[in-house]
């Protein structure tokens, strides 16, 4: 299995200008989780879908974020306008959770934002 | 909402020592609680997970154990290697929750000396 696929792998753009980041979950994964992870704050759950519906949208920072999964496999995490504050590694996450059994997560390799 | 806190946040030992980091959590219902590797420049890796049912649960050199009186669990490393330094997270998932959220402790930078 290719594991999940995280596009790009490093972003750099200035304040103000829009953000995507792609996500590609594993096959067959049921469940997909957008992270956020810098040195101050560790690793922040930022919003996760369960069935490609949005379960808890809780940890986006503001209305400047805003997230799709549009089908089981493909999503994206787009922040518009993008700030300075905003830079960090973004990861994705996907499981298989299947009669309220938490199945292992298994993370992307991450992209690495830069806002000037 | 669940809460994870994690200790200690740096940890060196020499070659061959063992490590251990704890991890407590504040829903009772939480029921499944892995631990994650991080290398530099890499997403997080599972390198084990426990379940409520289970009270310890051992792979190779790696043991986790589990308090659920205490809410506390604990990863255990024997004959540390340099190559298992790395940033080691905790997390813990309620049961009552629709996707499978896990929640992460704060990590612990792990450097194993040669």
């Known amino acids: 299995d290719a594991g999940v696929i995280q596009s790009p792998r490093h972003e750099v753009t200035e304040m103000g200008q829009e953000v995507t980041l792609r996500c590609k979950p594993i096959?067959?994964?049921?469940?997909l989780f957008w992270y956020r992870q810098t040195m101050m704050r560790g690793l922040e759950l930022l919003i996760y879908?369960?069935?490609?519906?949005?379960?808890?949208d809780s940890g986006m920072p503001e209305d400047r974020f805003s997230a799709k999964m549009p089908n089981a496999s493909f999503s994206t995490l787009k922040i518009q306008p993008s700030e300075p504050r905003d830079s960090a590694v973004y990861f994705c996450?996907?499981?298989?959770?299947?009669?309220?059994?938490?199945?292992?997560?298994?993370f992307g390799p991450g992209t690495r934002l830069t806002v000037l | 909402g669940e809460n994870v806190e994690q200790h200690p946040s740096t940890l060196s030992v020499q070659e061959g020592d063992s490590a251990v980091i704890k991890c407590t959590y504040s829903?009772?219902?939480?029921?499944?609680f892995p631990w994650y590797k991080q290398e530099l420049g890499k997403g997080p890796q599972l390198i084990i997970d426990?379940?409520?049912?289970?009270g310890e649960k051992k792979d190779q050199r790696i043991a986790v154990t589990l308090n659920k009186t205490a809410k506390h669990f604990s990863l255990h490393i024997t004959e540390t290697q340099p190559e298992d330094s790395a940033v080691y997270f905790c997390?813990?998932?309620?049961?009552?929750?629709?996707?499978?959220?896990?929640?992460f402790g704060q990590g612990t930078e792990l450097s194993v000396k040669p």
């Open positions: 829903d009772s219902a939480s029921n499944y």
């Open positions: 426990i379940r409520s049912n289970v």
């Open positions: 997390a813990a998932s309620p049961f009552y929750n629709q996707g499978g959220k896990l929640i």
């Open positions: 996450a996907s499981s298989r959770r299947q009669g309220g059994i938490t199945d292992t997560q298994y």
């Open positions: 879908f369960n069935n490609n519906v949005p379960i808890d």
């Open positions: 096959s067959g994964h049921n469940s």
